[in-house]
């Protein structure tokens, strides 16, 4: 039998759920003298750490959709209440005026060989009449809107009511730099595979 890529082993095991048999019966080792190496480097150890960082890194990167997903949520809310803002102002522009319509209908009698067909045109024309009286039911939803819009507003600056400060933290994960032997395996490893 040739050398033994230890390092090769030691990064399988450690960066897969494989166990120390299965390890041993592919690399067609003893049980006994894989599982001393293992202890001697405390591959258990390391795979450990290893899988800590794999599921730090998982939960980062749902952490980073989630805000993004939440940012983008807020951009849109933000297009829409400015374009509610657009409408209020109009409504607001139009709220002591009253729009009367004007219908007009035109009758046509048309001879025909068995009788007589009539017609009827209608057309309405819009008269906008000012007046100096309040809509109070207008004046109403207008406030009960500008109330919806403020609220929307506080929620995506983040001045809710639970004390948001409007800004969006965004932990950064660093990692400590490795010692001796994960050195070897990063560079060793990335060899091998």
């Known amino acids: 039998m040739g050398s033994i890529d230890w390092v090769k082993i030691r990064n399988e095991y450690i960066c897969s759920g494989i166990s120390q048999r299965e390890l041993a019966n592919k690399y067609n080792l003893s049980l006994s003298t894989l599982s001393k190496r293992a202890k001697k480097e405390d591959w258990v150890g390391k795979r450990q750490v290893q899988q800590n960082k794999t599921a730090a890194k998982m939960r980062q990167k749902s952490k980073d959709a989630q805000v993004e997903k939440r940012l983008t949520q807020l951009e849109r809310l933000s297009r829409l209440t400015d374009k509610l803002i657009d409408k209020v102002e109009l409504a607001m522009e139009q709220l002591d005026k009253y729009v009367l319509m004007e219908t007009t209908s035109t009758v046509k009698d048309e001879k025909l060989k068995k009788g007589t067909k009539r ?18 039911k207008g004046l109403q939803e207008l406030s ?7 609220d929307i507003l506080s929620v995506t600056n983040g001045d809710d009511e639970e ?18 032997d994960d050195r070897e395996t990063v560079a060793e490893g990335g060899e091998d595979e």
């Open 119 to 136: 017609t009827t045109k209608r057309s309405q024309k819009i008269k906008e009449v000012n007046s100096r009286v309040i809509d109070r």
């Open 144 to 150: 009960s809107t500008m109330k919806n819009i403020k």
């Open 163 to 180: 004390g948001g400060s409007g800004v969006i933290e965004i932990a950064a994960v660093l990692e400590p730099p490795p010692d001796e």
